[in-house]
């Protein structure tokens, strides 16, 4: 099944995502004010450079009944705007439908993961104060559903090989583009 498979295959990536999108300072409590617009600006780019186009072929092989309220672009929005964070246009990403899948399957794990840092942004009383954790709160009581449902979904695609390595290369992509958006947005000072 292709989803135990992307599991292993990410799991370097991931836990390098995880470290540069500050998931020690989240934990800990101490992620202030400017970290957390930092990592609000970072998600927020990637989905608004990217989500079209991930959604717009990865439907051509999961089927657009997979995708139906699945934008989180639109979440991302809702924080920017409160922590005043400038819009961010669409890009061109190349992709196809089995490299999208792997793009959809980092952008879903990420609403699963991100009920535990809901928990502790709410902790935060500088971070709560914002109002700004639309993203995180994923699809709420849902989220576990959404995201057995999508595990189901790719785990049943018809896959050859080629098709498997190019949903894994496409969710490697995705977590290493996060990376390079983590680096290229990083405040030089926190605040």
């Known amino acids: 099944m292709i989803g135990e498979r992307l599991k292993i295959a990410t799991a ?14 989240i934990l800990s409590g101490t992620l202030t004010l400017a970290d957390y617009r930092f990592l609000v600006q970072t998600l927020y780019t990637f989905h608004a450079r990217y989500e079209d186009a991930v959604m717009e ?62 928990r502790h942004l709410n902790t935060n009383a500088v971070i709560a104060a914002t109002g700004a954790s639309r993203y995180y709160r994923g699809y709420g009581t849902e989220t576990g559903r959404y995201w057995k449902a999508f595990r189901e979904t790719i785990d049943n695609l018809p896959l050859n090989e080629e098709d498997c390595e190019n949903v894994i290369g496409g969710a490697n992509a995705a977590y290493a ?4 958006l983590g680096k290229e947005l990083k405040p030089t000072a926190s605040a």
Request: hydrophobic share 40%; aromatic share 4%.
């Open 12 to 25: 370097v990536l991931h836990r390098n995502v995880e470290q540069i999108l500050l998931s020690d300072k």
């Open 177 to 180: 583009r996060l990376i390079e």
């Open 57 to 118: 072929f990865a439907s051509l092989l999961v089927g657009e009944e997979c995708l139906t309220g699945r934008r989180k672009k639109v979440w991302l929005e809702q924080d920017a705007e409160r922590l005043g964070i400038d819009p961010e246009p669409a890009k061109k990403a190349d992709l196809n439908p089995a490299s999208a899948t792997g793009w959809l399957y980092v952008m879903e794990g990420a609403t699963l993961g991100g009920q535990v840092i809901e």
